[in-house]
């Protein structure tokens, strides 16, 4: 059975059973799930539906899920290429119940999918199963119902040191929903070396694990205590490259149909044999999915968080092709390849694959350099000491060249190399202090809310006649707020907006007669609990009194400017700079917007004048802006575009500005285009690579801003002296020649002041062979040490010169050969030598050459060793 069947077959045999079929979520969490890296297993995308805050109109779900394992706590990246069954992306096949059938059903269905002769059917004497060593229910549904062999069902108990710590026992994390498991094993036979789970030889490749089902029972609290669920649920995963393997009777997940197509593709674009036995192979192939799939949905190349980790993998599978031979771009030929071999199921792929293609061959170009640097490094450590690899220079490869660990340690460990982790951990302390992210997954336990659902009626009113559901200080529930105390505020009707999808919450008052608090700000406590928080101005309020709930109405209308042209500006963005243009995060306050969104390159002046025209002619255009509700299948069809980052439900929120822009937004928003005002754009930046952020202003900030820009340009007129504004720039133009003037007449009077010291740096010329050899620290810019050291190699033919200068913490470094040397002593050697002991690197002429470093510490050193490099070219 081939993979695309196989992943087919699962989703229609659950559809069957009555589940809906829920489309994989994007492997990027959504913006308030701050504890995944990456999405790592098919319940991800319910987490929230079993904690009881969100709720679906299904209770029986099936997916397909993509996932990624590779950073974090969930990070399969260095096995992969060394094992038949790790990889960084992989699709997990799962069935799902939300407080429905617990169990019983989930074993059933797992055991008639597997051996059925209509679906699968798997041998039952190859398939034995384990189960929590308390959870007598399991055991005997497996031996009594669906008559498993006693001898073939394998208790698991607390393996892992701590109460309820088992391989048999699932939780989120170290709170959160969790229960014992009961997992399908398959066993490959006798002939290959391994012992059945629970066995001192389980880490054998004979019996492997095909399908996990988790009955999720309790919630772990902070303290440690299991409290019961009221709502029993359960969460399933079975392998897809797994199962596949199985059913195509190899071993290794790289020999099923999808991997052994991808295989030859990457034998073709590197340039060598396929062969099964080849690791580099398996790890390009594998990465090319894990790296493919994340740029469509939105990840980019960069130095921090997702992005690096992305960067790490598109690094990895250079180096193997670097490895196989290939030293040109290869890998982003791929892309058409893996969208050949799962496009149908991943349209995203066929898509974007113009777009990722970009990307990838952008990152390995830039890597390319680095690549070849960092070997050269590798080998010149190797060659002082061939058995082990010390924590400074793994640090220097990692912290100068951009060699993440994992490339040092896979060549050490295809070596045989030791390397020194200790060290390189004491190197890294303080990064991995800033970058270690929380992994661990936790109920929202700031406030403890059980009551009804608030109602949000502020998309049509201002004000709302409300009843107190609870009141908090301190983050504990209280009957009573008094005045000076800060606390938070439920009530049952509420016209303040929650924070979300980028737009800040909400600020007013909630009042009855003389008592009032003042609400600053306001957020979701679960997905329909708002949460109003602030401050006890006067009087007291009590739980169950009637109050007046007041947005503060012109707040709230600067909010609603500045995110309807947040939307109007990302059709604009997308209609001048292309639809590859998506979303990356947004912030709309009532000063102003910010929209970061995917474009490699800055945004011309010429290009951010059209967008906003474009956007004030929507403005003026005085279109009406209308919302409608219907299912998220629905909106799309209609054209609506769905937003990077955000969670949406089956049924969802669709505004339309007429034909100038339609997307799923649940934020709040002008009546019409012309309530928005002058739309201006304020700054342009990058913040990561591939990213980019505009500013934008609206109303009447936008005219503040107008208006002080013109201030500061009559300033500047007054400043110079100019009649008018006209005439501005051309008295700037004659003050920047005059400068330039003065600057270039400093610079030759420079320039014969370094000449006539470098007369005196020959006088002391050290011999070397033939050579004479100057080499010093001295005090001067780049241009200067140009100055000196062409002069000096001028003076005769067998002259070597090696100049360094440090300015502002920079090193500046010029290296000269008299040209009858450069035969055996190359100027580009030369400065190398001394600026990759310093964190740089340069280039040039064989006569002549230049470099820059940053590690001022270790420059005396680096100019000491010159002498012997020198010696070293026997001249």
Same mark, same amino acid.
């Given at each position: 059975?081939?993979?695309a069947?196989?992943r087919?077959?699962f989703?229609q045999?659950f559809?069957?059973?009555?589940?809906?079929?829920?489309?994989?979520?994007?492997?990027?969490? #959504?913006?308030?799930?701050?504890?995944l890296?990456?999405t790592?297993a098919?319940?991800?995308?319910?987490?929230?539906?079993?904690l009881g805050f969100?709720?679906?109109p299904y209770?029986r779900?099936?997916?397909?899920q993509?996932?990624?394992?590779?950073?974090?706590?969930?990070?399969?990246l260095?096995?992969?290429?060394?094992t038949?069954?790790?990889?960084?992306?992989?699709e997990?096949?799962?069935?799902?119940?939300f407080?429905?059938?617990?169990?019983?059903?989930?074993?059933?269905f797992?055991?008639e999918?597997?051996?059925?002769?209509?679906?699968?059917?798997?041998?039952?004497e190859?398939?034995l199963a384990?189960?929590?060593?308390e959870d007598?229910e399991?055991?005997?549904i497996?031996?009594?119902?669906i008559?498993?062999?006693a001898?073939?069902?394998?208790?698991?108990?607390d393996n892992?040191?701590?109460?309820?710590?088992?391989?048999?026992f699932w939780?989120?994390?170290?709170t959160? #929903?969790c229960?014992?498991?009961?997992?399908?094993?398959?066993?490959?036979?006798?002939?290959i070396?391994?012992?059945?789970?629970?066995?001192?030889?389980?880490?054998?490749?004979?019996?492997?694990?095909?399908?996990n089902c988790?009955?999720?029972q309790?919630?772990?609290? +902070?303290?440690?205590?299991?409290n019961k669920?009221?709502?029993?649920?359960v969460?399933?995963?079975?392998?897809l490259?797994?199962?596949?393997?199985? @059913?195509?009777?190899?071993?290794?997940n790289?020999?099923?149909?999808?991997?052994?197509?991808l295989l030859?593709?990457?034998a073709?674009?590197?340039?060598?044999s396929?062969?099964?036995?080849m690791?580099?192979?398996?790890?390009?192939?594998?990465? =090319?999915?894990?790296?493919?799939?994340?740029i469509?949905?939105?990840?980019?190349?960069?130095?921090?968080g997702?992005?690096?980790?992305l960067?790490?993998?598109?690094?990895?599978?250079?180096?193997?092709?670097?490895? @196989?031979g290939?030293?040109?771009a290869?890998?982003?030929?791929l892309?058409?390849?893996?969208?050949?071999?799962m496009?149908?199921?991943? #349209?995203?792929?066929?898509?974007?694959q113009?777009?990722?293609s970009?990307?990838?061959?952008?990152e390995?170009t830039r890597?390319?350099?680095?690549?070849?640097?960092g070997? &050269?490094?590798?080998?010149t450590?190797l060659?002082?000491?061939?058995?082990s690899l010390s924590?400074?220079?793994?640090?220097?490869?990692?912290?100068?060249?951009?060699f993440p660990?994992?490339l040092?340690?896979?060549?050490?460990?295809?070596?045989n190399?030791?390397?020194?982790?200790?060290?390189f951990?004491?190197e890294?302390?303080?990064?991995?202090?800033?970058?270690?992210?929380?992994?661990?997954?936790?109920?929202?336990?700031?406030?403890n809310?059980?009551?009804?659902?608030?109602?949000f009626?502020?998309?049509?009113?201002?004000?709302?006649?409300?009843?107190?559901l609870a009141?908090?200080?301190?983050?504990e529930?209280?009957?009573?707020?008094?005045?000076?105390e800060?606390?938070?505020?439920?009530?049952?009707?509420?016209?303040f907006?929650?924070?979300?999808g980028?737009?800040?919450g909400?600020v007013?008052?909630?009042?009855?007669g003389e008592?009032?608090?003042? %609400?600053?700000?306001?957020?979701?406590?679960?997905?329909?609990?708002?949460?109003?928080?602030?401050?006890?101005?006067a009087?007291s309020?009590?739980?169950g009194?009637?109050?007046t709930?007041?947005?503060?109405?012109? =707040?709230?209308?600067?909010?609603?400017r500045?995110?309807s042209?947040?939307?109007?500006?990302h059709r604009a963005?997308?209609?001048?700079?292309?639809?590859?243009v998506?979303?990356k995060g947004?912030?709309?306050?009532?000063?102003?917007?910010?929209?970061?969104?995917?474009?490699?390159? #800055?945004?011309?002046?010429?290009?951010?004048?059209?967008v906003e025209?474009?956007?004030?002619?929507?403005?003026l255009?005085?279109?009406p802006?209308?919302?409608?509700?219907?299912t998220?299948?629905?909106?799309?069809?209609?054209?609506?575009?769905?937003?990077?980052g955000?969670?949406?439900?089956?049924?969802?929120?669709? @505004?339309?500005m007429?034909?100038?822009s339609?997307?799923?937004?649940?934020?709040?928003?002008v009546s019409?285009?012309?309530?928005?005002?002058l739309?201006k754009? %304020?700054?342009?930046?990058?913040?990561?690579?591939?990213?980019?952020r505009?500013? &934008?202003?609206?109303g009447m900030v936008?005219?503040q801003?107008?208006?002080?820009?013109?201030?500061l340009?009559?300033?500047a007129v007054? +400043? %110079?002296?100019?009649?008018?504004?006209?005439?501005?720039?051309?008295k700037i133009?004659a003050?920047?020649?005059?400068?330039?003037q003065?600057e270039?007449?400093?610079l030759?009077?420079?320039?014969?002041?370094?000449?006539?010291?470098?007369?005196s740096l020959?006088?002391?010329?050290?011999p070397?062979?033939?050579?004479? @050899?100057?080499?010093s620290?001295v005090?001067a810019?780049?241009?200067?040490?140009?100055?000196?050291?062409?002069?000096?190699?001028?003076k005769?033919d067998?002259?070597?010169?090696?100049l360094?200068?440090?300015?502002?913490?920079?090193? !500046?470094i010029t290296?000269?050969?008299?040209?009858e040397?450069?035969?055996?002593?190359?100027?580009? +050697?030369l %400065?190398?030598?001394?600026a990759?002991?310093?964190g740089g690197?340069?280039?040039?002429?064989p006569?002549?050459?230049?470099?820059?470093?940053?590690?001022?510490?270790?420059l005396?050193?680096?100019?000491?060793?010159?002498?012997?490099?020198?010696? !070293?070219?026997?001249?």
């Amino acid at each position: 059975m081939k993979t695309a069947e196989l992943r087919s077959k699962f989703l229609q045999f659950f559809e069957s059973k009555n589940h809906q079929i829920v489309p994989s979520s994007s492997l990027v969490p #959504p913006q308030d799930d701050k504890t995944l890296l990456f999405t790592n297993a098919g319940m991800n995308q319910f987490k929230d539906v079993f904690l009881g805050f969100d709720k679906r109109p299904y209770h029986r779900a099936t997916t397909a899920q993509k996932c990624v394992r590779a950073g974090g706590k969930h990070n399969d990246l260095e096995n992969v290429g060394y094992t038949a069954r790790h990889h960084t992306f992989f699709e997990m096949l799962g069935n799902f119940s939300f407080g429905d059938y617990f169990k019983r059903d989930a074993l059933l269905f797992a055991w008639e999918f597997l051996t059925s002769p209509q679906w699968l059917n798997l041998p039952k004497e190859r398939l034995l199963a384990t189960v929590y060593a308390e959870d007598d229910e399991a055991y005997d549904i497996w031996l009594n119902e669906i008559g498993m062999p006693a001898n073939r069902i394998i208790r698991i108990g607390d393996n892992k040191g701590a109460r309820f710590a088992s391989d048999n026992f699932w939780q989120m994390g170290d709170t959160g #929903p969790c229960g014992p498991c009961s997992e399908i094993f398959y066993d490959h036979g006798e002939h290959i070396w391994g012992g059945p789970p629970g066995s001192a030889e389980e880490d054998g490749d004979r019996f492997i694990e095909i399908w996990n089902c988790v009955f999720m029972q309790y919630n772990r609290d +902070e303290n440690g205590n299991m409290n019961k669920l009221p709502r029993p649920s359960v969460d399933t995963g079975m392998g897809l490259e797994r199962v596949s393997a199985v @059913l195509q009777h190899v071993h290794s997940n790289y020999e099923i149909d999808l991997f052994v197509n991808l295989l030859h593709a990457v034998a073709r674009v590197v340039g060598v044999s396929y062969s099964q036995d080849m690791p580099s192979l398996k790890v390009i192939a594998d990465h =090319i999915r894990s790296c493919a799939f994340l740029i469509a949905d939105g990840v980019l190349p960069s130095n921090e968080g997702r992005g690096y980790v992305l960067r790490r993998i598109i690094r990895r599978a250079v180096r193997h092709g670097y490895k @196989l031979g290939c030293k040109q771009a290869f890998f982003h030929l791929l892309v058409g390849d893996l969208a050949k071999e799962m496009g149908q199921a991943y #349209p995203q792929l066929i898509e974007k694959q113009t777009q990722i293609s970009e990307i990838l061959q952008q990152e390995e170009t830039r890597f390319a350099q680095t690549l070849e640097t960092g070997m &050269a490094l590798l080998e010149t450590a190797l060659e002082k000491d061939s058995q082990s690899l010390s924590g400074e220079v793994i640090f220097k490869l990692y912290d100068t060249y951009g060699f993440p660990y994992d490339l040092t340690a896979d060549i050490a460990r295809e070596r045989n190399i030791s390397l020194d982790e200790e060290g390189f951990e004491r190197e890294m302390a303080a990064q991995r202090a800033r970058a270690r992210a929380a992994q661990n997954f936790k109920a929202n336990t700031q406030l403890n809310y059980e009551g009804t659902d608030t109602e949000f009626r502020g998309y049509s009113e201002r004000q709302s006649e409300s009843k107190i559901l609870a009141l908090y200080k301190d983050g504990e529930a209280v009957e009573q707020l008094h005045a000076g105390e800060a606390g938070a505020v439920v009530i049952d009707f509420t016209p303040f907006y929650a924070e979300s999808g980028g737009q800040v919450g909400d600020v007013g008052y909630i009042f009855t007669g003389e008592n009032r608090f003042q %609400v600053l700000d306001t957020q979701k406590i679960k997905a329909s609990v708002f949460g109003q928080f602030g401050e006890m101005l006067a009087g007291s309020l009590t739980v169950g009194d009637a109050v007046t709930a007041q947005v503060d109405n012109d =707040i709230r209308e600067a909010s609603m400017r500045n995110h309807s042209a947040t939307h109007l500006m990302h059709r604009a963005l997308r209609d001048v700079l292309g639809t590859h243009v998506e979303q990356k995060g947004s912030l709309v306050t009532p000063e102003r917007t910010r929209f970061d969104f995917s474009h490699s390159q #800055p945004v011309t002046a010429a290009q951010i004048a059209e967008v906003e025209r474009r956007v004030n002619e929507a403005i003026l255009a005085n279109v009406p802006v209308c919302a409608q509700h219907m299912t998220f299948d629905e909106a799309i069809a209609a054209g609506a575009m769905a937003l990077f980052g955000e969670k949406y439900g089956d049924q969802v929120r669709m @505004l339309s500005m007429g034909e100038y822009s339609t997307e799923l937004c649940g934020g709040t928003h002008v009546s019409r285009t012309g309530d928005i005002g002058l739309f201006k754009i %304020v700054s342009e930046s990058g913040i990561a690579a591939g990213v980019r952020r505009i500013e &934008a202003v609206t109303g009447m900030v936008s005219l503040q801003y107008v208006q002080q820009q013109e201030e500061l340009l009559k300033a500047a007129v007054a +400043e %110079v002296k100019a009649q008018t504004t006209d005439d501005l720039l051309t008295k700037i133009a004659a003050m920047q020649t005059h400068s330039k003037q003065l600057e270039k007449s400093l610079l030759q009077a420079k320039g014969e002041l370094a000449k006539q010291a470098g007369m005196s740096l020959l006088a002391q010329a050290q011999p070397i062979g033939t050579a004479r @050899l100057v080499v010093s620290q001295v005090e001067a810019d780049s241009n200067a040490l140009r100055e000196i050291t062409t002069s000096l190699t001028a003076k005769g033919d067998n002259i070597v010169v090696l100049l360094a200068a440090v300015n502002a913490g920079k090193i !500046a470094i010029t290296a000269g050969v008299s040209k009858e040397l450069t035969k055996t002593v190359k100027a580009g +050697e030369l %400065v190398n030598f001394v600026a990759t002991q310093v964190g740089g690197k340069g280039g040039g002429r064989p006569d002549l050459a230049q470099a820059g470093g940053q590690d001022v510490d270790q420059l005396e050193t680096a100019l000491a060793g010159v002498a012997d490099w020198l010696k !070293a070219k026997a001249i």
